[in-house]
């Protein structure tokens, strides 16, 4: 037992030094959030029923261009979507788990947890040792993504309207976009879909945006294909 | 869209949230093949998905009934980028971002 205590207090303290990253981005939405008119119980609703921050702020934008109910509600489950690799990843840890924990954990997988928890030097640990320590990051990143939006709620609240504080929104979503362009292509696919977006900006029920993101997603899948092709045709 | 709405919204959108993350936990052992096929996809959604979010709202001024341009705006997202390709964080190109953003206002102005 006190082995199963120890590799839940080496997740809470592997997780610590992320605070740093995850403090800054719930100040972020937690203040954007008030600053777009939200009552502080409705950002901490959605904090706690997302449990995801850059989908936060993506329906933020939307419901800031009085985008329509299914619209946001897609872009948020997309934007989420990256979590369906997380699950599969921990699966074969979590799935034979009885549904309270199976449950609350899936509901707390995050970027750090998968981050921490699929490291090389945790797969030389037993299944249970590896239960332990992912509960042990997953609880204190959930209280730190939580605390940190409740700070940015009561920070958010002093700060004067005409900052344009919602203007950070745009901004962090620019700067993720260029922390996910890892390749040539994936620039292509963000230059299609923002061109795309410019374009269609003016279209009914935000309509432009899903045919951005299809434009380039198509383009992402295309493109490589008829290269693929012209080299054949060539050698 | 009024308050009950938002709370609709919200609840949906976490319970869909929860199921992406529950998915292959629940589906344990039953779907390896599915995920190798949607790999390339879920590669290419998360810049289509951000850049369609954010580059009208850099470019032109909000709320978007006309086209206009708004130079505080774009400098700010060159700073932002230059920032995002050193230092790899999203906080501290948005600050950098902001404090540039404001400046070319106060200067405007």
């Known amino acids: 037992m006190t082995d199963y205590r120890k590799q839940f207090w080496l997740g809470v303290r592997d997780l610590l030094p992320l605070v740093s990253g995850v403090l800054p981005f719930g100040l972020i939405t937690g203040a954007t959030g008030v600053s777009l008119g939200m009552t502080p119980e409705m950002v901490m609703g959605m904090t706690v029923l997302f449990f995801a921050g850059s989908a936060q702020l993506a329906a933020y934008s939307l419901i800031q261009d009085n985008a329509p109910f299914v619209i946001i509600l897609l872009t948020a489950v997309v934007i989420n979507l990256r979590f369906v690799i997380y699950s599969a990843t921990f699966a074969p840890l979590l799935g034979p788990l009885k549904k309270r924990y199976r449950f609350p954990l899936a509901y707390m997988l995050s970027d750090q947890v998968y981050g921490l928890c699929s490291m090389p030097d945790q797969q030389q640990k037993t299944d249970s040792e590896r239960l332990w320590y992912l509960t042990g990051v997953s609880i204190s990143m959930a209280l730190s993504w939580i605390l940190s939006v409740i700070l940015g709620v009561a920070i958010g609240a002093s700060i004067p309207a005409h900052w344009s504080l919602e203007f950070t929104i745009p901004l962090a979503f620019l700067a993720m976009l260029v922390t996910t362009i890892s390749n040539r292509l994936l620039f292509f696919v963000a230059i299609i879909s923002g061109s795309c977006a410019i374009a269609f900006q003016l279209l009914p029920y935000n309509a432009g945006f899903i045919l951005a993101v299809t434009a380039g997603v198509s383009c992402g899948l295309f493109i490589p294909e008829l290269f693929k092709k012209r080299s054949n045709k060539h050698g | ?109």
């Open chain 2, 1 to 109: 869209m009024d308050n009950l709405t938002l709370w609709l919204l919200f609840i949906a959108a976490g319970l869909g949230t929860f199921l992406v993350r529950l998915s292959f936990i629940q589906l344990h052992g039953s779907t390896e093949a599915l995920i190798q096929r949607s790999k390339k996809i879920l590669m290419l959604l998360p810049p289509a998905i951000l850049a369609a979010l954010c580059v009208p709202a850099l470019v032109f001024t909000r709320p978007a009934t006309e086209y206009q341009i708004a130079p505080s705006q774009l400098v700010a997202a060159a700073v932002t980028i230059f920032i995002a390709k050193y230092s790899r964080s999203v906080f501290w190109p948005v600050v950098g971002g902001m404090l540039c953003f404001w400046l070319v206002q106060y200067i405007i102005h």
